[in-house]
């Protein structure tokens, strides 16, 4: 009977949240405050959105286009150096590959925090503050241990006599990983794919940072920027985030089956 309950009382404390967001979407923006951000969205209406969509700042649009041109170059240039350079680290038992291997470990242990400041100074010695290359690079530089982790589990449990056979019939090592070993991490291409979306998706201090009240706004910074000092539309902002949320819940229930494959390969291959 109690572990019933438990699981009840868990669940509750992660759906609330969500019930609270949802609700308020189609719920009129004077009715939400206080007591009444739990209540029933009675009369329903759509007049959230539809601001939301049809404001002539375009202030949702502009941070929807940020976003999606920051995750998608982000996450392509991630993926694939991470690939290679797994491939690298797994294939490879020398000096060279244990160094490289304690950096990356240190680079996991390091919060973004942390590195931010002398980022943006190294940023700005090469010309790449307040531009959204700039901010790529961050992302680039911060998220590939992660991936080359993911990745490497993958390419331990694939055996290496397929590129040696490869070699036989002549492919080089580039194509023998582009062409072999490339097409069989898919699990794992989309397990990262995935988390590195959702984590550059939600990021909210390296934009704001890195690219600047002025020079651009993702859909967090619009959140940010949508909050009046002495004004609240509770409606638009609710609105705002639901928005926000379903280009990345589209993206993973695409690659959901391939993410579950991942999840499952890894924890049995190593």
Not at 54 to 82: E, Q
Not at 95 to 110: A, E, K, P, Q, S
Not at 184 to 194: G, W
Request: hydrophobic letters at 55%.
């Amino acid at each position: 009977m109690r572990r019933p309950l438990v699981t009840l009382a868990v669940t509750s404390v992660f759906f609330v949240p969500l019930y609270v967001a949802l609700v308020n979407v189609v719920k009129p923006s004077a009715l939400i405050p206080g007591a009444g951000a739990i209540a029933l969205p009675i009369p329903p209406t759509l007049d959230n959105l539809s601001a939301v969509l049809t404001d002539p700042t375009n202030l949702f649009w502009a941070s929807l286009a940020n976003s999606v041109i920051v995750t998608t170059l982000s996450v392509i240039a991630l993926t694939l150096l991470s690939a290679m350079l797994a491939h690298y680290l797994a294939r490879t038992a020398g000096r060279w590959g244990r160094l490289i291997t304690v950096l990356l470990l240190c680079g996991l242990m390091i919060p973004p925090q942390v590195i931010l400041v002398p980022i943006t100074q190294v940023l700005r010695a090469f010309g790449l503050m307040t531009t959204v290359q700039g901010l790529v690079l961050f992302n680039v530089g911060y998220y590939i241990p992660f991936g080359v982790f993911v990745f490497t589990g993958f390419l331990k449990g694939i055996p290496a006599d397929l590129e040696e056979a490869a070699a036989i019939d002549g492919a080089g090592r580039g194509q023998a990983f582009w062409r072999i070993v490339f097409p069989l991490l898919r699990p794992a291409t989309a397990s990262v794919l995935i988390f590195l979306s959702v984590w550059i998706w939600n990021d909210f201090l390296s934009p704001l940072i890195i690219l600047g009240p002025g020079q651009g706004t993702t859909v967090t910074t619009g959140i940010y920027r949508s909050l009046g000092q002495y004004s609240f539309d509770y409606g638009g902002v609710f609105a705002l985030m639901f928005l926000s949320t379903l280009p990345v819940l589209i993206f993973y229930l695409a690659l959901q089956k391939q993410f579950v494959k991942g999840l499952t390969g890894g924890a049995t291959k190593g």
